[in-house]
């Protein structure tokens, strides 16, 4: 890890590098005061995007950026991660809850783990925009303290 500039924490987009970026948001959780019966659901939610962006974002291996915050007033810790990968808004896909309404065992794997993002958090946004002068997929997410 290291810094890269105004408060982002580089990290290499692999999954040995998960457990370093996990850490580092849910130490900064805590040192914002999320409280300790909350971290695992901010745990699960961090899993599903990191996880995602580590093995979809990039081809040939890249950068996962993120940088932690706190709005103290309305009660609410955030992280913002940032990759160059592939462009992917995931608050654009559907519960597949909402499609497919088979019996849970009968259903098709996969996309549940952005529905329960969606619930998760309280704050998300999405952008693909200039970051440190190239484009980049640009995540947000706030998380109820």
């Known amino acids: 890890m290291q810094e890269n500039f105004s408060g982002w924490k580089k990290f290499p987009a692999t999954e040995d590098a998960y457990e370093n970026i996990r850490d580092f948001i849910i130490d900064a959780a805590k040192n914002f005061n999320v409280q300790k019966e909350n971290l695992l659901r901010l745990e699960l939610g961090i899993e599903e995007i990191v996880i995602n962006i580590i093995h979809y974002a990039y081809k040939d291996g890249g950068d996962i950026f993120v940088k932690v915050y706190d709005d103290e007033p309305q009660n609410i810790f955030y992280f913002e991660l940032a ?63």
């Open 83 to 145: 990759d160059y990968g592939t462009p992917f808004n995931p608050l654009d896909k559907i519960d597949p809850r909402s499609i497919d309404k088979s019996e849970i065992q009968d259903r098709k794997l996969g996309g549940f783990g952005i529905a329960f993002v969606k619930k998760t958090f309280v704050n998300l946004s999405y952008a693909y925009e200039d970051f440190q002068g190239q484009k980049a997929n640009l995540l947000t997410l706030g998380f109820i303290k």
